[in-house]
């Protein structure tokens, strides 16, 4: 495998700084994080564009957004973690 480019998703307390480090020698690195995974997933989306429809999950489960990633990506639709009650955040940022 050569990639040109790799994208680590996540802050470092979930990929460490050596172990982005260790991989820079594959390829160019990018990092998408943040202060959780909340935020995380609206970075992604952000870095998607303009959509007009996106899937949202309950973030504490992480088996329900591996369950709708493939159909998902499939039909281009970002995948929003949200806790039980959708912040004011994650509505501002589909408005925008």
Do not use: W
Not at 16 to 37: F, L
Request: hydrophobic content about 35%; glycine content about 8%.
């Amino acid at each position: 495998m050569k990639p040109d480019n790799i994208l680590i998703v996540g802050n470092t307390k979930s990929i460490s700084t050596a172990a982005e480090k260790s991989i820079k020698k594959y390829g160019k690195v990018r990092r998408i994080s943040g202060k959780d995974k909340f935020e995380i997933s609206q970075k992604i989306a952000k870095e998607m564009g303009n959509y007009k429809q996106a899937v949202v999950v309950g973030g504490n489960s992480f088996m329900n957004g591996i369950a709708i990633a493939s159909y998902a990506s499939r039909k281009g639709y970002p995948i929003l973690l949200t806790k039980k009650k959708i912040p004011f955040r994650l509505i501002e940022c589909q408005v925008k």
